[in-house]
């Protein structure tokens, strides 16, 4: 018998650390964009904001897909661990290379658009880097070292900044500068990063695992580049139907609402590996009680921040927004965090088959259909109509994703345990659209709320750290989720 506390009690433990993770681009923007916006020009900082864009763009496409693949492989492949490392390897050299090729195409051909050749080359080049760091991260998940992918999503994402920023201040105020000190960091922390690969054990180097590695990991590009385009996509649709205005209430609001997904994904680090340790004759049902403590979770975040939404937008932007708009559309996108645990449970049956291809259709067609959703839904309602666009991309996603895992997978994860946390985040969305916020009684009914809801979520979190009783394990032996 396996205790669920071997369970949901790693996954809690771990995914609250890789949520740290998270926290490192937020630190970023909150302690070093103010000094950098100051001490540039705006056309300067536009020069920087775009080849940001660029290399964030370049990271995506040159790591091909591979960290998904890398810590799929280190967990079910039959190199393990060794075939992961030298994959990483084999794929860090040819990210960068490829970096390179790239970077000296557009400076050889004027390719550079309002970007000058030498800001675009270092850009993408830091962007290779960054590919084979994320390789690295993956290695540290597949090994359940959470520490060490902390400090690498630190590295990159809080500390490079404040080189850069560090480097203007003190040298030159210049893009080329900023984005060189990007590429310096990125190439010391690579340094360090791969010296401890190499000594973290045997590498092994047959081409047959990097050529399977890829047919996991390149389907997975469209469908991450799309992932990643939700809120910037909600954003545009924004901008073009609503004027400036509309975007930019649109991005702090959907900054604000995604936050709960945002934090649900950080959990899938933990999750992924711990659920591909597990026999697959046992995966089913700890997959499902897994699945049902993260969905529960995400439901009871999302309404607790659509609860607090006034007071943390009032926080975040001056009294010229409209505020009456942004509420109600930060608790709609808050609502997508549930489902976007339920696709994140779905996809580990994906990855874990290694047969990922559907991926790179789905996914860009749930993004459009959602998008298309938005515009729409805007003409009818408003600003808050991207939020209904939002949730619908991962209504899509999860269902996609559910009728692929059913398709490629002998597991099933059973829809019942997700029914009562999405009926739970659909009527607190609701709530929190509705209630007001200017007036006494309403105050007090959104704090009771939020008070209520993040005590229930405690007793949630800490329940599933201590684990159950002893009559309430779960059997291995026996799975009905499991069809052979």
Same mark, same amino acid.
């Given at each position: 018998?396996?205790?669920?506390?071997?369970?949901?009690?790693?996954?809690?433990?771990?995914?609250?650390?890789?949520?740290?993770?998270?926290?490192?681009?937020?630190?970023?923007?909150?302690?070093?964009?103010?000094?950098?916006?100051?001490?540039?020009?705006?056309?300067?900082?536009?020069?920087?904001?775009?080849?940001?864009?660029?290399?964030?763009?370049?990271?995506?496409?040159?790591?091909?897909?591979?960290?998904?693949?890398?810590?799929?492989?280190?967990?079910?492949?039959?190199?393990?661990?060794?075939?992961?490392?030298?994959?990483?390897?084999?794929?860090?050299?040819?990210?960068?290379?490829?970096?390179?090729?790239?970077?000296?195409?557009?400076?050889?051909?004027?390719?550079?658009?309002?970007?000058?050749?030498?800001?675009?080359?270092?850009?993408?080049?830091?962007?290779?880097?960054?590919?084979?760091?994320?390789?690295?991260?993956?290695?540290?998940?597949?090994?359940?070292?959470?520490?060490?992918?902390? +400090?690498?999503?630190?590295? =990159?994402? #809080?500390? @490079?900044? *404040?080189?850069?920023?560090?480097? !203007?201040? $003190?040298? %030159?105020?210049?893009?080329?500068?900023?984005?060189?000190?990007?590429?310096?960091?990125?190439?010391?922390?690579?340094?360090?990063?791969?010296?401890?690969?190499?000594?973290?054990?045997?590498?092994?180097?047959?081409?047959?695992?990097?050529?399977?590695?890829?047919?996991?990991?390149?389907?997975?590009?469209?469908?991450?580049?799309?992932?990643?385009?939700?809120?910037?996509?909600?954003?545009?649709?924004?901008?073009?139907?609503?004027?400036?205005?509309?975007?930019?209430?649109?991005?702090?609001?959907?900054?604000?609402?995604?936050?709960?997904?945002?934090?649900?994904?950080?959990?899938?680090?933990?999750?992924?590996?711990?659920?591909?340790?597990?026999?697959?004759?046992?995966?089913?049902?700890?997959?499902?009680?897994?699945?049902?403590?993260?969905?529960?979770? +995400?439901?009871?975040?999302? =309404?607790? #921040?659509? @609860?607090? *939404?006034?007071?943390?937008?009032? !926080?975040? $932007?001056? %009294?010229?927004?409209?505020?009456?708009?942004?509420?109600?559309?930060?608790?709609?996108?808050?609502?997508?965090?549930?489902?976007?645990?339920?696709?994140?449970?779905?996809?580990?049956?994906?990855?874990?088959?290694?047969?990922?291809?559907?991926?790179?259709?789905?996914?860009?067609?749930?993004?459009?259909?959602?998008?298309?959703?938005?515009?729409?839904?805007?003409?009818?309602?408003?600003?808050?109509?991207?939020?209904?666009?939002?949730?619908?991309?991962?209504?899509?996603?999860?269902?996609?994703?559910?009728?692929?895992?059913?398709?490629?997978?002998?597991?099933?994860?059973?829809?019942?345990?997700?029914?009562?946390?999405?009926?739970?985040?659909?009527?607190?969305?609701?709530?929190?659209?509705?209630?007001?916020?200017?007036?006494?009684?309403?105050?007090?009914?959104?704090?009771?709320?939020?008070?209520?809801?993040?005590? *229930?979520?405690?007793?949630?979190? !800490?329940?599933?750290? %201590?684990?159950?009783?002893?009559?309430?394990?779960?059997?291995?032996?026996?799975?009905?989720?499991?069809?052979?």
């Amino acid at each position: 018998m396996i205790p669920r506390v071997s369970i949901v009690g790693r996954l809690l433990g771990r995914g609250s650390i890789y949520t740290l993770a998270s926290a490192a681009p937020i630190l970023a923007g909150i302690l070093v964009t103010p000094f950098l916006t100051r001490s540039m020009g705006v056309a300067e900082y536009g020069v920087v904001a775009a080849a940001i864009v660029v290399m964030q763009f370049a990271v995506g496409v040159l790591a091909m897909g591979l960290p998904v693949a890398i810590t799929r492989h280190a967990l079910t492949e039959h190199s393990g661990h060794a075939g992961a490392r030298g994959v990483a390897v084999l794929g860090a050299i040819l990210a960068f290379g490829t970096a390179l090729v790239i970077a000296g195409a557009c400076a050889f051909f004027g390719v550079s658009g309002w970007l000058s050749e030498s800001v675009l080359a270092a850009a993408i080049a830091t962007g290779g880097l960054g590919a084979g760091l994320a390789m690295v991260q993956a290695l540290a998940v597949a090994r359940e070292d959470v520490w060490e992918f902390v +400090a690498l999503a630190f590295g =990159t994402s #809080l500390i @490079a900044p *404040a080189v850069g920023l560090g480097v !203007v201040v $003190v040298w %030159r105020q210049d893009p080329l500068a900023y984005v060189l000190a990007l590429l310096c960091t990125y190439a010391c922390i690579s340094v360090v990063a791969y010296s401890r690969v190499l000594r973290k054990g045997r590498i092994g180097l047959p081409l047959a695992d990097l050529r399977q590695s890829l047919r996991v990991g390149l389907p997975l590009v469209p469908h991450q580049l799309a992932i990643n385009s939700v809120a910037g996509g909600s954003v545009l649709v924004g901008g073009w139907l609503l004027g400036a205005t509309g975007s930019a209430g649109a991005q702090v609001s959907l900054y604000v609402g995604a936050v709960p997904a945002i934090i649900a994904s950080a959990v899938s680090y933990a999750w992924m590996p711990i659920i591909l340790k597990v026999p697959e004759a046992e995966r089913g049902v700890q997959l499902e009680v897994t699945t049902r403590v993260v969905s529960w979770l +995400a439901a009871l975040g999302s =309404t607790a #921040l659509g @609860a607090i *939404a006034p007071w943390v937008l009032a !926080v975040l $932007v001056p %009294r010229s927004y409209d505020l009456s708009a942004m509420v109600p559309l930060s608790a709609t996108v808050s609502m997508s965090a549930v489902f976007a645990a339920a696709f994140q449970g779905y996809s580990i049956l994906v990855v874990a088959s290694g047969r990922t291809r559907a991926f790179a259709i789905a996914t860009p067609l749930a993004l459009g259909l959602g998008l298309v959703a938005s515009a729409v839904a805007v003409r009818i309602v408003g600003l808050m109509g991207l939020g209904v666009g939002y949730v619908l991309t991962y209504v899509l996603l999860a269902g996609v994703t559910r009728a692929l895992a059913r398709h490629v997978s002998r597991v099933r994860l059973r829809d019942a345990s997700l029914l009562l946390p999405v009926a739970w985040a659909l009527v607190g969305t609701c709530a929190a659209v509705a209630l007001p916020w200017d007036s006494a009684w309403a105050i007090a009914c959104r704090v009771v709320i939020a008070a209520c809801v993040l005590g *229930a979520a405690g007793y949630v979190f !800490v329940k599933g750290l %201590r684990g159950p009783k002893a009559d309430e394990l779960v059997g291995a032996g026996e799975n009905p989720s499991f069809n052979p």
